[in-house]
């Protein structure tokens, strides 16, 4: 079973509405057009986009347990949770930081060449931190929808965006963090609030979140349909 860069259940959150919900349409820098592709890897003449091929990556396998073991919450609070826009308890809250603490880490190229305890460690620090952040959760109508990509997670500081979160402190005031959540839903993580707000994004929060998530793009990004709002 080859290593994934997204879980399956994660995917099927980007899934072609007029399709059959087992696929979803990518875009590849070496193709250079959209293309329908399976959520899931099946028998296929071609490599599957999901598959991660990034050598930062093909060994850092340390963090796919926790993966694992956190999955079917996840799985249900996408699914189920969020839609009811309801306030998280504390075990729900717990896993979906974990979850969001895990698409952020798991994918850093710099976890190549760490132990798993400093991977163990640094996915704990992250999902505390995320646990104590505010949420804010946007939701687009049609005919928007967010886009996700093989790196999700973006961490934006005072007037700048790095790579990754691991040089520089999260806990400035003004630091968020924004993650595509399904096609309908993303994640918005600030200091300046607390708790959970569910709100309609407006289509310059929208672009800017689907911006942010283009940017960070290595190797694909999906999409219900084969376009980027804006």
């Known amino acids: 079973m080859a290593r994934t860069y997204l879980p ?18 990518v875009y590849r820098a070496p193709i250079g057009e959209w293309k ?17 091929d990034d050598p930062a990556l093909a060994d850092g396998s340390v963090l796919d347990a926790p993966l694992e073991a956190v ?3 996840a ?17 729900e809250r717990e896993a979906a930081a974990s979850f969001f603490a895990l698409l952020g ?11 798993l305890r400093e991977a163990e460690s640094g996915h704990r620090a992250l999902a505390a931190l ?12 049609a005919p928007f929808h967010f886009v996700t990509s093989s790196s999700p997670f973006l961490v934006a500081f005072p007037r700048r965006e790095e790579d990754h979160f691991f040089t520089l402190d999260l806990r400035t005031p003004s630091t968020e963090i924004t993650l595509p959540l399904t096609s309908r839903v993303a994640l918005h993580a600030t200091w300046k609030r ?9 289509e310059d ?3 800017e979140i689907n911006f942010r998530t283009c940017q960070r793009a290595r190797k694909f990004l999906v999409s219900p349909r084969p376009a980027v709002p804006g």
């Open 194 to 202: 607390r708790g959970e707000l569910w709100r309609r994004v407006s």
């Open 36 to 52: 329908r592709a399976a959520s899931a890897e099946g028998p296929s003449a071609d490599r599957w986009f999901n598959a991660i």
């Open 71 to 73: 999955s079917p919450e």
């Open 205 to 207: 929060a929208l672009l």
């Open 130 to 141: 995320l646990r104590e952040m505010g949420w804010v959760v946007w939701e687009a109508e």
């Open 105 to 115: 880490i798991r994918l850093a190229p710099r976890l190549e060449g760490l132990d």
């Open 8 to 25: 399956r259940f994660y995917l099927e959150g980007f899934a072609d509405p007029e399709g059959d919900g087992s696929s979803v349409w």
């Open 75 to 91: 799985a249900r609070i996408l699914r189920q949770r969020l839609p009811a826009r309801e306030p998280f308890g504390p075990t």
